[in-house]
């Protein structure tokens, strides 16, 4: 188990469901009070909130759409003020760039407004989540991203996609080197197939599943718990000396 981050403060983006709700849980494992942020589904993120509280952790959950505004400051606030009520400082030890979505869409299939959109959610909130944030995050924090396996793999059905992943990769190398010297380390995990609602076509296909498995060497499609533990892992003390790296978390998919 990775060294406790008993104390610290976390903000997980996209955390009502899937991967974002696995890292959130296992973070608050950690002792980690989350800001637990969500988009629409009110039910999902009061339930990812009731799940750490029945297992003795802390959380709070902020709704917000990332797509829908051109300041995140409302969200920043909202998290300060979270932390707040429960009588906590604010500011942030880890902050999670997990939430994103995923539209097809290929060279010659995409459209200009989900080719936007995809931007919008998958680049643009990150990127300017997280420059709201290191105001916020204090010294030897953690910024953790999500990326994908497929800015390794060339998928021409998802070739925009693909292209968001490759730019957070990107932002993850340079906010490295941009924030180092204040001990502030900036990862990314880059799953490959997950049964999350983002991979619908493989949850309850069995058939699907084993198409996808027989592409993976440990021979399994990856569960969010998978991605949650590398996630807290980054997160502790025992990473310290990691930065600037994006980590394959995909089983060895397409090896």
Do not use: C
Request: glycine content about 12%; hydrophobic content about 45%; charged content about 20%.
């Amino acid at each position: 188990m990775a060294q406790t981050t008993t104390n610290k403060t976390a903000l997980v983006t996209g955390a009502g469901r899937g991967i974002g709700r696995a890292v959130a849980q296992r973070l608050a494992q950690d002792e980690v009070v989350v800001a637990v942020h969500y988009g629409h589904d009110d039910a999902a993120a009061k339930e990812t909130v009731a799940s750490i509280e029945r297992g003795g952790g802390s959380a709070f959950a902020v709704r917000f759409d990332l797509a829908g505004t051109d300041s995140v400051e409302p969200l920043l606030d909202a998290v300060d003020d979270g932390f707040r009520s429960l009588g906590l400082p604010t500011g942030l030890d880890i902050l999670v760039n997990n939430a994103g979505i995923a539209l097809p869409g290929g060279v010659d299939t995409m459209t200009g407004a989900d080719f936007d959109r995809l931007f919008a959610v998958n680049v643009r909130a990150p990127f300017f989540v997280t420059q709201g944030a290191l105001a916020r995050i204090r010294d030897g924090g953690r910024v953790i991203n999500l990326s994908s396996a497929v800015t390794r793999i060339a998928i021409p059905d998802i070739a925009a996609y693909s292209m968001t992943k490759g730019a957070i990769d990107v932002f993850t190398r340079v906010l490295a080197q941009s924030v180092g010297a204040r001990g502030i380390t900036v990862n990314a995990v880059a799953p490959g197939y997950v049964l999350t609602d983002m991979n619908a076509w493989l949850v309850g296909n069995p058939a699907g599943q084993a198409e996808a498995a027989a592409n993976v060497a440990l021979g399994r499609i990856g569960e969010p718990g998978d991605i949650a533990d590398i996630v807290a892992y980054l997160a502790s003390d025992d990473a310290r000396w990691i930065t600037g790296q994006i980590l394959d978390a995909s089983g060895g998919t397409a090896l």
